[in-house]
């Protein structure tokens, strides 16, 4: 089983990471979560069962704890990069994805990601609104992403309709489990919602029996 770090950021989908977080270990795995501070609006510490002697949820106080730094103190985001086989964002909302493509790092999870060793997996499951997601700034940013760490033969001409199997053919690393079409907590019909809890379980699976 995989040692799993899963990344939340602020959609209302993060709902879910409590439900995500669960089925994972469920299935053997070992999970820590690095949250950004808008994700915890949508779920709470107390929903997450864990090996009390364990920390299992990490946010930027953590990183710069107020006591100030001192020389030997822990590095969160590489600690974390370090002990982690493989890195879900779920969800990825738009911010946290902009990042990702620009390579900003203003937090404790976007730092881990700048951090990243790209030949460990990492499962993306974006969650937006319809419009946000549909917007040809979206496909730059995937588009971005996929040029730094895919294989430099994809071809320009792929939608977002089809961006899971481009990024599954030319960087096969980086799995991208598009959003799925659902009424949308805003009240939008749309593509937009996160992947359900058990396919993006069954993509940690698979790089977990390799």
Sequence with gaps: MARVLLGAT????????????????????SVRIVA????LYFFGPNELIGDAAEQVLYRDADE????????????VHIALREWADVFVLAPLDANTLAK??????????TCVLRAWDFARPIVLAPAM????????????????????HGDGRQSQGWSLD???EVFAKHASKVVLIAPQAKRL?????????????????????RWGAG
């Design 64 to 75: 710069w704890p107020s006591e100030g730094w001192s020389r030997g103190d822990l590095v």
């Design 162 to 164: 089809e961006a899971s």
């Design 129 to 148: 609104n319809t419009r946000m997601w549909e917007s040809p700034i979206t496909r730059r940013h995937l588009g971005q992403i996929l040029a730094d």
């Design 100 to 109: 990702m493509a620009m390579g900003l790092c203003d937090n404790c999870l």
């Design 185 to 205: 907590a805003c009240g939008d019909f749309g593509v937009g919602a996160m992947a359900a809890v058990p396919l993006i379980a069954e993509a940690v699976r």
């Design 36 to 39: 950004t501070e808008p994700a």
């Design 10 to 29: 602020g959609s209302v989908a993060a709902i879910k990471v409590p439900e995500l977080y669960a089925t994972l270990r469920d299935a053997g795995h």
